[in-house]
């Protein structure tokens, strides 16, 4: 089968996929979604999918009968920190583990359409392996011994694709592993799966002609989020509870907050992303903006794990562009703790959801005697059109290429919005480094309280200024992509789900700021969006640490996560 013949088998997957029938799980077409579906056991195939009415799938795992009571147990009952300790006890194997998460993840990819490979076979396998070595040295392999871990399509596993959803990257199976890939063998985990990401990677929801569209189980209207939306979906099913993923512009931290995560963008240098496919030419990101690879979880001190599991093993032997800092080097907050907050980024004001969330967790940390210090930053506001300056130096020229070798079209939200330009001169680079380094430098003056001069450890502020939206609607990256191009690490925390009363609510006062906002307000106009969409949606916050100091940015969320449960700023007493 030709390539284009490819796209067109794919193609119709997608729509019929969207139509609620089971032709991508029955098809034997070898398009990537295709074959994606025949990995799939067929004892682990739903007897049918559920009706196009029912928009949150999160119970049909529980009510599937695929998994047995103690598989249930294994994948809703426990994170990743704990499930380690539980096959550290032996109190579960490693190959159990990873049956249940592997039959978990299956369900997912059939209400969700979540993976794009599958080695489930592999997985378990390696979970055997693990078992025997136990049982022989009496030693685990690592910190992550046995536990599941999905990853973003993007990352190289040797023997299976990494197309990122293009056509003339499918059938060629990696011959190596990307680095992060051997550091978490290495420590003991578990590999089983890789997700589903935008094509072009350059679109905040995750859909592409080779396997379709990622949809969110909480609410299949509700945008899945980008570029990492198939880890967000997969995670949300509770079919993985480690995931990784990458972030140049809000990638992790945006299918965090659509699928109700915790999420962590570390600064550029602290985790390993050579042998990470990405359709641009080798190199660029030395010119441009860096990437960053970063976990997703569905408990805080999972992302901490991760972090720590990979500082540890010392990545800056086997990776120039690490920097070194094991983890107890990567900062901490103070014993007295301030807080700043920035409100808006002076391009897209936020919406009422979005503003209230930010408020509520300002006085809970006020009412719990934490020290809340109002930031006024300026040069916000000239970050989000400086990184995607940053982010376009090559014209988009290698991506549309790629595209062309197969004739394959740019999805339709693609479509009105990326076209092929020309590259950035060298003196419009050197030009737009320097205001670059001019607004760092700037920036660093929101790290002290301007009234005072104490040393602020963290900053919240919106991860967008609307709540998570409906399919193809996300409208701004300023608040995300602004800490790509300062290299602070930053993360989402989930604080409480969109209420009723969270409808309530006008425009702020005053014409729209731009272009951005006036968008942004149709996300709220009850002329072009009906706002009941966002009950059922959870509600977050972003969290923001200096440079270079992940452990600070953990220990910040950790406290805000104890202030927002209810517990005492006591608990400070353990860091």
């Not at 562009?321 to 897209?348: F, N």
């Not at 006085?363 to 809340?372: D, F, K, P, Q, T």
Request: charged share 25%; hydrophobic share 35%.
């Amino acid at each position: 089968m030709s390539c284009q013949e490819k796209l067109s088998a794919a193609a119709e997957l997608h729509i019929s996929y969207h139509h609620g029938t089971r032709s991508f799980i029955q098809s034997n077409c070898p398009s990537e979604a295709g074959r994606t579906a025949i990995r799939i056991p067929k004892e682990w195939l739903l007897p049918s999918l559920p009706p196009p009415s029912l928009l949150d799938v999160r119970s049909i795992p529980r009510t599937s009968g695929i998994l047995n009571s103690k598989e249930l147990d294994i994948t809703e009952s426990y994170d990743a920190t704990a499930l380690a300790e539980k096959i550290r006890s032996r109190t579960l194997t490693a190959e159990a583990v990873a049956v249940a998460f592997c039959k978990r993840a299956a369900i997912a990819q059939q209400v969700c359409n979540c993976l794009t490979e599958i080695f489930f076979s592999d997985a378990i396998e390696r979970a055997k392996y693990l078992d025997n070595e136990y049982k022989r040295t009496g030693k685990t392999l690592g910190p992550l011994h046995g536990v599941p871990v999905s990853l973003k399509d993007t990352f190289k596993v040797k023997g299976y694709d990494a197309s990122i959803g293009i056509a003339s990257l499918a059938d060629n199976p990696s011959t190596e592993n990307a680095l992060l890939v051997d550091i978490l063998l290495e420590q003991g985990a578990v590999i089983y799966c890789k997700t589903g990401i935008p094509q072009t990677l350059m679109a905040l929801d995750s859909d592409n002609n080779l396997f379709g569209r990622v949809l969110n189980p909480r609410d299949k209207r509700i945008t899945a989020g980008g570029s990492t939306g198939g880890e967000g979906a997969l995670l949300a099913m509770r079919g993985s509870i480690l995931g990784v993923g990458t972030d140049i512009g809000g990638s992790i931290r945006i299918p965090a907050m659509c699928n109700g995560l915790y999420g962590i963008k570390p600064s550029a240098g602290r985790v390993p992303i050579v042998g990470n496919e990405t359709g641009s030419k080798e190199g660029i990101s030395n010119i441009g903006l860096h990437a960053s690879a970063g976990p997703l979880a569905n408990s805080l001190r999972d992302l901490e794990l991760f972090l720590r599991v990979i500082s540890d093993s010392k990545p800056w032997e086997r990776d120039p562009a690490i920097e070194y800092g094991l983890w107890e080097e990567q900062g901490s907050i103070q014993k007295k703790p301030v807080i700043g907050v920035i409100k808006r980024d002076g391009v897209t004001e936020p919406l009422p959801p979005v503003s209230n969330v930010l408020s509520e967790t300002v006085n809970s940390l006020r009412h719990s005697g934490v020290e809340v210090v109002e930031i006024e930053a300026p040069e916000f506001k000239k970050c989000q059109s400086l990184a995607n300056k940053l982010f376009g130096i090559d014209g988009g020229n290698n991506m549309f290429d790629l595209l062309e070798k197969t004739a394959e079209p740019l999805t339709k939200w693609l479509s009105t919005r990326l076209r092929r330009g020309k590259q950035m001169p060298l003196d419009k680079l050197v030009e737009y480094h320097a205001q670059r380094t001019k607004v760092q430098t700037e920036m660093l003056k929101i790290w002290k309280d301007p009234k005072t001069g104490r040393k602020i450890d963290a900053i919240i502020l919106p991860v967008a200024p609307h709540p998570a939206p409906p399919i193809d609607r996300w409208n701004s990256v300023g608040y995300t992509n602004t800490f790509v191009l300062l290299d602070y690490p930053a993360g989402t925390l989930p604080v409480r789900d969109f209420k009723n009363s969270d409808l309530i609510g006008g425009f702020p006062s005053g014409e729209p700021l731009g272009s951005w906002d006036k968008a942004n307000q149709e996300l709220w106009d009850e002329n072009t969006i009906d706002r009941k969409v966002y009950i059922n949606t959870k509600l977050s916050i972003q969290v923001v640490a200096p440079r270079l100091q992940e452990r600070t940015l953990c220990q910040a969320m950790e406290l805000i996560k104890d202030v927002l449960d209810g517990s005492k700023v006591s608990n400070q007493a353990k860091l």
